[in-house]
């Protein structure tokens, strides 16, 4: 029986006898010792009781041994749950809370803060460090380097990762292993991966970018990774005359813009950049372009549904723009329940095999976002120029991303609305020179009270990580609503616009 994800990508690395992994210090793993780790840890995951479709909660530093977790996980038939190693206890007991996880991997270092979080919600830890240290690896060594993955159809689930909601609790998007797939097989094919590539990989692998886009796209194409703990400007340029391929936030990109060592010698070997996650600011991509030569391709994509437009491998990487849907993708804007022409503005719906299969255990939430008829209504804002390349505009959503991170307000507005000197409160994201935008909040304070925007800020910040945290706030005698009684972030976006800037 098949289990298509490992097929496709964990199979084959059994006898690929080169190195498929190069870590910072130059060490590498093979093929064949990437694929023993994989065995021992679906060993291991078995020996403590995971069974197919339970899910595995994992929260540690990337590694060779956490992207083996995420392997042996979907090879026993069992559901990959990544979370951003900034999240607090409080956050962790949501995320548990809702997925009911079999176990959660956690950082031996973290232990004492999440051993009571993981017990309340019956999950059974395991413990895993940057460094390969922890109970994990002690069950792992004593399992056989051989196993038999679990058969899987191709709609089975493969992993849920969470991404918030506009009403402040995380959604667990479901996404298959056709999903997964068929949005690697595609990408594979449009970006030209090869054999010979080399992915200089920096981003963190408990999102869709650094897990799905990169590295199951590197998998699939049989391309070595440099497999980063993150992304670090001095290893990034030194390791860059390695490399084929980066694929980054636009923070990425802006950072190394900044640094005169970026020049053309340094990129004369690479063959393609890639930008997502976050809008990319046109002028960052002229800049690029003036500085390396290379035209940065920019792409589109959610947790929901992996990528959905691609700019051209060949042909005009259109700045400011992500390009043309891919194929197999169906792609529209809608607006007031109809389609609108090229050139209207208009929220962005998309259908395909890469389209999830809707949030985990909140049937209500996918209905408002998936309709019976497979489309999906992303709520990002969008108009098609007239060679239809599309253009990302806006968000009907009330969202910050800010270095490729979401953030969704109400999250923080409900815990500093919560505050006793908070009569309200409204978080914006504003622009920022280094994240693309930060997080901003607007305080009223209730009647008498005296309001302090650092001490509010202060009580919040234990309950949020870090990225989440506003990085400023203002108090003011009350905010700004339209005739109905809403806020105008708008208006609040504009008065305060320059807050981060220089
Ligand atoms: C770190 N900090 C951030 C932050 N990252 N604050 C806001 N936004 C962020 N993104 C905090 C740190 O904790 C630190 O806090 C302070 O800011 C300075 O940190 P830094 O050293 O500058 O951060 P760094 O470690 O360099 O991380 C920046 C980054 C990282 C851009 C490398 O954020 C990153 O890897 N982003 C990628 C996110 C990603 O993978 N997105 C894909 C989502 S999937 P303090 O208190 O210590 O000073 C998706 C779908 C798709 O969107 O289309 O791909
Ligand atoms: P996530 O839910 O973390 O997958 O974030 C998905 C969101 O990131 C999308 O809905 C968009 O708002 C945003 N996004 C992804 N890629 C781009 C891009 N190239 N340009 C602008 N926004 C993007």
Redo the contacts with the bound molecule.
């Keep these: 029986m098949a289990n298509p994800m490992y097929d496709a990508l964990f199979a084959p690395l059994s006898t690929r006898d080169e190195p498929v992994l190069t870590l910072a210090d130059g060490s590498v793993l093979t093929g064949p010792q990437l694929h023993a780790l994989i065995a021992r840890l679906a060993g291991a995951f078995r020996a403590a009781g995971a069974q197919p479709g339970d899910r595995i909660a994992v929260q540690v530093a990337k590694s060779p041994e956490a992207l083996a977790a995420y392997a042996a996980t979907v090879a026993i038939g069992a559901i990959f749950l990544p979370l951003n190693t ?1 999240y607090t206890p409080a956050e962790i007991d949501y995320f548990l809370g809702n997925a009911t996880p079999r176990l959660f991997l956690c950082d031996p270092a973290r232990l004492a803060d999440l051993a009571e979080v993981a017990a309340a919600q019956g999950a059974e830890v395991l413990t895993l460090g940057p460094a390969g240290q922890g109970s994990l690896m002690q069950l792992a060594g004593a399992q056989p380097d051989q196993f038999t993955p679990a058969p899987r159809e191709p709609h089975d689930l493969a992993a849920i990762l969470y991404t918030s909601g506009t009403t402040g609790r995380s959604k667990g998007a479901m996404l298959s292993h056709a999903n997964l797939l068929s949005n690697a097989e595609v990408l594979v094919d449009l970006w030209r991966f090869t054999a010979k590539d080399v992915l200089l990989h ?3 692998i ?5 897990l799905f ?1 990169a590295s199951n796209v590197a998998l699939l194409a049989r391309s070595r990774m440099i497999f980063l703990p ?3 400007l001095d290893t990034v340029l030194r390791l860059l005359p390695q490399a084929t391929a980066l694929m ?2 636009p ?2 990109y802006t ?1 190394l813009l900044a640094d005169p060592r970026l020049d053309r010698r340094l990129t004369a070997q690479m063959r393609l950049f890639i930008s ?3 809008p990319l600011l046109a002028e960052t991509h002229r800049e690029f372009e003036q500085r390396t030569g290379h035209r940065i391709l920019e ?5 929901e549904t ?2 959905n437009t691609s700019n051209p491998y060949e042909g005009d990487r259109r700045a400011g723009t992500v390009g043309f849907p891919l194929p197999g993708v169906e792609l529209r804007i809608m607006a007031e329940g109809t389609e609108v022409p090229k050139g209207g503005v208009g929220v962005i719906e998309v259908r395909g095999p890469n389209v999830f299969r809707g949030y985990w255990q909140m049937p209500e939430k996918t209905a408002e976002d998936l309709r019976p008829d497979g489309w999906f209504i992303t709520g990002d804002l969008g108009q098609l120029d007239p060679d239809g390349y599309l253009q990302i505009v806006g968000r009907a959503k009330d969202l910050i ?7 969704y307000p109400k999250e923080i507005e409900l815990l500093l609305d919560a505050l006793p000197d908070v009569e309200e409160s409204a978080v914006v994201g504003l622009p920022h020179p ?2 693309g935008e ?2 901003f909040a607007v305080l009223v304070a209730r009647k008498g009270a005296s309001l302090d925007p650092a001490a509010a800020l202060a009580a919040v910040a234990p309950r949020l990580a ?2 989440k945290q506003p ?1 400023g706030a203002v108090v003011v005698p009350d905010l700004p609503r339209n005739t109905m009684g809403k806020v105008q972030k708008n208006v609040l976006r504009q008065t305060y616009a320059n807050r981060f800037m220089a």
């Design positions: 900034a920096a981003l963190p408990f999102h869709t970018h650094g886009v993150g992304f670090d980054g936030v923070t990425f950072r997502g996650s976050a792409r589109y994509g959610m947790t992996n990528m991303i800010t270095g490729g991170y979401n953030v280094d994240f930060g997080v870090r990225f990085r």
